[in-house]
């Protein structure tokens, strides 16, 4: 046997590379970079979208709870006024007054219990009341309705208060309606002097 080139075949030729193909590689390159850059965007992409439902997932969680912890509060601001009706009825009787008549005596003790009743169950709901008496004044907590000059309190607290406020867990329900010390021969506000 002889070898194949010793056949009279003809041998193949080595190829050169063609100059117009050689570009043909970076072409690759840049297709790959192409492809990274866009796995890169659609990976960015996934993880904003991941992040805008984990916000929506913890939005959603704190709406649901804000909804239970204060789904009462139109009940809530309705029987307050159960609350204001009690305790106007308890202040309407002096309390000299009360042991001359055993029936009225024995009827506000019973106003009495039904208030501290109906605060109980208020408390056990989360409503307490603002008694803000000698506390600085907090226009978030309070409504100042006019002011007291010449009080035993310091300038700008709470001297008086006319209607106790409400909160419903961490919020306000209702303001206190209150009376704010103004000290002696201060000028109120507007520059009208009350005091004379």
Request: hydrophobic share 40%.
């Amino acid at each position: 046997m002889k070898p194949e080139s010793e056949n009279n075949e003809p041998q193949p030729e080595a190829v050169e590379p063609d100059p117009a193909s050689i570009g043909d590689a970076p072409a690759g390159d840049d297709a790959l970079a192409a492809l990274q850059a866009e796995a890169a965007d659609l990976k960015d992409r996934l993880l904003r979208m991941a992040a805008d439902t984990e916000n929506m997932r913890k939005r959603s969680e704190r709406q649901l709870e804000d909804a239970h912890k204060y789904a009462v509060t139109g009940f809530a601001r309705d029987i307050l006024t159960v609350a204001d009706n009690l305790q106007r009825a308890l202040a309407a009787v002096p309390t000299e007054r009360r042991a001359e008549n055993e029936l009225v005596e024995n009827l506000l003790g019973g106003v009495e219990a039904v208030e501290k009743a109906l605060l109980a169950i208020l408390e056990k709901h989360n409503i307490s009341r603002i008694e803000p008496l000698g506390e600085p004044f907090d226009p978030n907590r309070h409504e100042a309705v006019f002011e007291v000059p010449g009080s035993a309190y310091p300038d700008g607290a709470v001297a008086q208060v006319l209607q106790p406020g409400y909160l419903l867990n961490d919020r306000l329900l209702r303001p206190a309606m209150v009376g704010v010390a103004k000290g002696a021969g201060a000028a109120p506000a507007g520059g009208v002097d009350t005091t004379a």
